[in-house]
Structures are given as structure tokens and as C-alpha cells.
């Protein structure tokens, strides 16, 4: 594969205009009848020209175009250039099409125009796995399957339609519609045959092993819960700092699933609520967490927590601390990562006794920077490989899983304080188990734009371009608190109070107007985290961008990463929320 994409990129001049020479409409005639109404999303995969892709979004859709060839992609922004911008392009490839997976999204429609050939036959099991799980529930794959000689310089391999409809089968997809055609190009030792897939509409393979989890598995203590509702909420907030592996897996970093664990434990060991059943304690709660509980006691009691105390809040990817606070935190989540490892990772099984997350340990023995929760600390501690179906699972319905588990957690709490003898408060245990983020906090994205405001070329809204005033300026959260919890630097953004409390309010931004403001958030991020003066925020906006998007794939993302980044999040949280969303009316 490597090869072909090093040919193409050699002759993407040279092949360009024999591509756009033929009329994408008529190209794909054989799969008008089969696409879905639109804005259904379709993911173009190996783009080439963006000839099709180019053509789906002039019929509505929404598009992701995948293509591997620089050359190739150059070719089709500057061929569609009106479509340039609405198109979302990914550099990636088969067979493992790992950026894409990474996104978090699936496709009402996978495409393939003249691909399938440039996959090697020993690796077409694994790439025809990976389409699938890009395809929503009764989703559509189409291809186009070239019946003609082997090119090696091309990377073109035998394929046929026969083969593809054995992997189907495999699968448990139907086969909709086959037929052949002559080429579009001239060629008489080339024909192509075309396939139309439908994946069944269920998608849901992992729901009842999760809520086998949940509600059936044994359970002494409240760990297993805490174990998928951390994954969970890593699924929805940190998605970003997963990745794909081979073998079917995501691989999680311990540190992080620790992080979240401690997040959620520290509220209830605070109230005294009881999380074993017995009076043994908790593994993981050795003099770090009960310096973090007693904090969080004395601060829910309205008590002096001290110069030193840890605020819950702070317990999040990018923080940074004093070194005496630092050496706190750190060794609480290593005791928490240690405890996860041990018991409910290594008891959370299939029937056949295999682990559904087993444990992974990391290649190097690097920390990141000593007084910081980065990504290299949080992956020092090794990985929790979580099955794909179970993460796709916790992305896409993770906002029905995680109260189903708070749920059990608490009726777990109350037989606990029954066996032991003592009253329990279900409210106070409601309090306790909701998840608190510093997302409202948006006092350093309001501090600098007060200072902007004053600065030479002033402070404008992002969604208007209107300059702002002090007294008439909202810090906006860009994805809606109500959609989608994130207090992230990279999310906080100036906006005129009325257009931000009487037009927007809890609506996502459409992506004309999104891509229309590209200008002014950029800026807004250049001049406000990365041009302060202060060398703490711009490694923060980093962090926090490369935890929550999962489309960043850069180690050291520029602004221009992290808006691309941003647009597929907007993707995500439309089609997987139905938000409603604003265009700037």
C-alpha cells in the first residue's frame, strides 16, 4: 500500500484530469437509488480527486473524504475549491484506517470508488472489519470492484465481487444490489463490477455485555462499576488520548482511567458513603486519597481546607501543581491505577474466563513533566485494552450507559449502609455521584479577554465579527454545556451577550457558520493563549485539545490542527446527540 500511495503521489498531475474527465453522476448511476436522504454522512474512503466526494456534498451530504496520497489531495482541493472547505479530508489508509477509527464516527454510507484492487489480498479480512465498524447501523457499503490486470508499480492486486460478497456474509451484511459496466475510460482489459452492502440495524452488540456488567456480574464492592463509568467517561471527554490497535482493541491509559477513577470516588468517601461489602477497606485508599478526601470533606462542610488542599476540580488532564501537591496527586492515582489493575480489570471476564480489558504495559519508562497530569505520565502506567465494540458502545450511547451504572452504584450504596446498619441518604448519594467539571470555570478565557479589550485592534465576537465592549461580552462555550460538558481552553470563546444568551444559547454551531468564524477563533487562540506571555496556557490549550478532540493527531497540534479537530467533533456531537443547531440567525 505504501507503494501505490508514493506512485500516485509521483502522477497526481498526470492522473487528475483523466479522473475528473468522467461525470461522477453517471459514474454512479448504479447507486443513486440506495443512498439515504440527506445530510446523511458519507465517508469517502481512498477520495483520490475528490471527483465523488466533491459530488456527494453538491447532493447534500456530509462528507469525510479519506485519501493517503498528498499529491492526490492537493489535486482535489484545487479542482473543488468550493467545496474544498466543507469537505472534511483525513490523510489515512487501508487496512487499518486508524485516524479515521480514532474520529468516533460512522458513515450512513462507506464508499469506495476504485479502491478495493489497491488492498492486498492478505489484508482484506482485517480492511473489510474496519469498514464496518465505520458504518452506522443499517448503514450502506458501496465499491466499485475493477475487474483487470495486476499493476504492481500501482499496487493493484486481483479482486473480484464474489470475494467481497464471501466477507459480507462473514459479517452479517446483505447483499443489496450487484452489476457490472465497461470502463469510463477506454480501457478493454478493464471492467468494474459494483456492490451495494447494508449492515443490519442493530449496531448494539456490546450493550448487553455491558449491562451484564452492570446489572448480573458479581460484585463485593463497587469497583467494576467505577471501572466502566470511568471508561465511559473517558470515552466521552478523552477520546483523543486513545488509540487503535491492531487487534481490535483501544488502547486506554491506565493513568487516565486512574484519574477519573479518583474523580469519582473522592465525593463518596467524602460523605462516608460505603463502597465494599464488609468492613475491609479500599485498596487504593492509602494516605494520598485520604489527603484528598479530607480536603474535599472539609471543603463540603464548609471547613478551612488549607493553602495545600487539592480541589476536586484540578483532578484533570493538563493540570499542573506545586511540587508538594504534585507528589499527592501522582501517587493517589499510581495506588488507584494499581488497585484497577489488580481487581476489577483482572475479574471483569467473558464466560470463557477472558479478560474483556486486559492490561497492557507501556514500552517506555518516561513520566512527562514532574508537576503535571500529561500524557505521558497518564500512559507511564501501561494501558487498559478495551474491546472496539465496547468503546464504539461508551462514544456513542455512553449518554444512556453511565446513568444506568450511577444507578446500580447507588442501590449498591444503600444495600451496603443496610447491611451495615446504618441510614442512608439517597439524595446526598445523588449529589455525590454526579459528575462535577470545571467546565463553567471560564475565568482565564474572560482574564484575557478583558485584557484584549484594551489591546490595539480591540475584541470581537467570533460568530458576528462585531467589536465587543466590557460591559457587552459573554465567554460562549462553543459546543453548549447542555450538549456536551468541556470547559477546555480551546472551547471558550468571546461572543456578544445577545447573540450568545438570546440566539445561540444551547444550540450547536452549524458548519457554514463554524467555518465562516475559522478567522476569528483563530485568532482569538493566537492572541489569547498563545501570545499572553504566560508559557503555562499554550501547553495547556495542547493538553486539553489533544485529551477531549480525538482528531487531533499531531504530538504538537498548531491552531490550524486543533480547528480541523474541532470541526469533526461538531460532526460527532450532531449525529450522535441530534443537537439542534444555529446558524446565526
Known amino acids: 500500500m505504501s507503494d501505490s500511495v508514493r506512485w500516485y503521489d509521483a502522477h497526481a498531475a498526470e492522473l487528475a484530469p483523466r479522473y475528473e474527465s468522467v461525470s461522477p453522476a453517471d459514474l454512479n448511476s448504479w447507486l443513486i437509488d440506495f443512498l439515504p436522504a440527506a445530510p446523511a454522512l458519507v465517508l469517502d474512503v481512498g477520495a ?68 478495493w484492487m489497491h488492498v492486498r489480498p492478505d489484508d482484506r479480512l482485517r480492511a473489510f472489519r474496519k469498514l464496518v465498524s465505520l458504518t452506522r447501523s443499517g448503514g ?65 452488540d456490546a450493550l448487553p455485555l455491558l449491562r451484564h456488567v452492570i446489572l448480573n456480574d458479581d460484585k463485593v464492592s463497587t469497583y467494576k462499576l467505577a471501572l466502566l463509568r470511568s471508561l465511559c467517561r473517558a470515552a466521552d471527554a478523552c477520546s483523543g488520548m486513545a488509540s487503535e490497535r491492531v487487534d481490535g482493541y483501544f488502547a486506554v491509559p491506565l493513568g487516565l482511567v486512574a484519574l477519573i477513577w479518583l474523580r469519582l470516588y473522592v465525593p463518596l468517601l467524602a460523605r462516608g458513603l460505603p463502597q465494599i461489602n464488609g468492613t475491609s477497606n479500599l ?31 484540578d483532578l484533570r488532564v493538563g493540570a499542573a501543581f506545586s511540587e508538594d501537591e504534585a507528589a499527592t496527586v501522582r501517587a493517589a492515582i499510581r495506588d488507584a491505577a494499581n488497585t484497577i489493575r489488580r481487581m476489577p480489570a483482572n475479574f471483569i471476564t467473558y464466560d470463557d474466563g477472558r479478560q474483556i480489558f486486559p492490561f497492557e504495559p507501556a514500552q517506555g519508562r518516561g513520566t512527562g513533566r514532574e508537576t503535571a497530569l500529561d500524557a505521558a505520565f497518564l500512559e507511564s502506567f501501561g494501558y487498559l485494552m478495551v474491546p472496539r465494540d465496547v468503546w464504539r458502545a461508551l462514544q456513542r450511547f455512553g449518554a444512556w450507559i453511565e ?132 508559557a503555562a496556557l499554550p501547553v495547556r490549550f495542547r493538553s486539553e485539545a489533544m485529551a477531549s478532540l480525538p482528531a487531533v493527531f499531531s504530538a504538537d497540534p498548531s491552531t490550524d490542527d486543533v480547528f480541523a479537530a474541532v470541526r469533526f467533533q461538531r460532526l460527532r456531537l450532531r449525529r450522535d446527540q441530534q443537537a439542534p443547531e444555529w446558524g446565526g440567525g
Open 403 to 534: 446513568p444506568s451504572i450511577v444507578a446500580e452504584w447507588i442501590r449498591m450504596m444503600e444495600r451496603y449502609s443496610g447491611i451495615r446498619g446504618v441510614p442512608f441518604d439517597v439524595g446526598a448519594a445523588a449529589v455525590a455521584t454526579s459528575w462535577r467539571e470545571p467546565g463553567r470555570d471560564v475565568l482565564v478565557a474572560r482574564r484575557r479577554a478583558g485584557e484584549l479589550l484594551g489591546a490595539p485592534g480591540g475584541l470581537h465576537c467570533v460568530w458576528s465579527g462585531k467589536r465587543l465592549k466590557a460591559d457587552s461580552f459573554d465567554v460562549d462555550h462553543c459546543f453548549p454545556w447542555a450538549i456536551w460538558p468541556c470547559g477546555d481552553l480551546w472551547n471558550l470563546m468571546p461572543a456578544d451577550r445577545r447573540i450568545n444568551q438570546d440566539r445561540k444559547r444551547d444550540r450547536l454551531v452549524s458548519e457554514d457558520l463554524l467555518i465562516g468564524a475559522r478567522g476569528r477563533i483563530m485568532e482569538w487562540w493566537e492572541r489569547a493563549y498563545h501570545g499572553a506571555g504566560d
Open 48 to 115: 483520490g480527486t475528490g471527483r465523488d466526494a466533491a459530488w456527494f456534498h453538491r447532493r447534500g451530504f456530509e462528507v469525510v473524504a479519506v485519501e493517503p496520497s498528498a499529491g492526490m489531495r492537493e489535486e482535489a482541493k484545487a479542482r473543488h475549491p468550493e467545496e474544498a472547505d466543507r469537505i472534511k479530508w483525513v490523510s489515512d489508509r487501508l487496512p487499518s484506517l486508524s485516524a479515521t477509527i480514532r474520529l468516533g464516527v460512522a458513515a450512513d454510507v462507506v464508499f469506495l470508488g476504485a479502491v
Open 140 to 204: 450502506l457499503i458501496a465499491m466499485s470492484i475493477r475487474r483487470g490486470p495486476d499493476d504492481a508499480d500501482r499496487g493493484i492486486a486481483e479482486a473480484t465481487v464474489e470475494e467481497v460478497e464471501r466477507l459480507a456474509r462473514g459479517h452479517g451484511l446483505a447483499v443489496l444490489h450487484v452489476a457490472r459496466s465497461a470502463d469510463r475510460l477506454g480501457r478493454d482489459d478493464v471492467s468494474w463490477d459494483y456492490v451495494v452492502l447494508r449492515l443490519p440495524a442493530d449496531g448494539t
Open 283 to 313: 485498596g487504593f485508599a492509602k494516605e494520598p486519597v485520604r489527603r484528598l478526601v479530607a480536603a474535599a470533606a472539609a471543603a463540603g462542610n464548609g471547613g478551612d481546607v488549607g493553602a495545600r488542599a487539592i480541589p476536586l476540580l
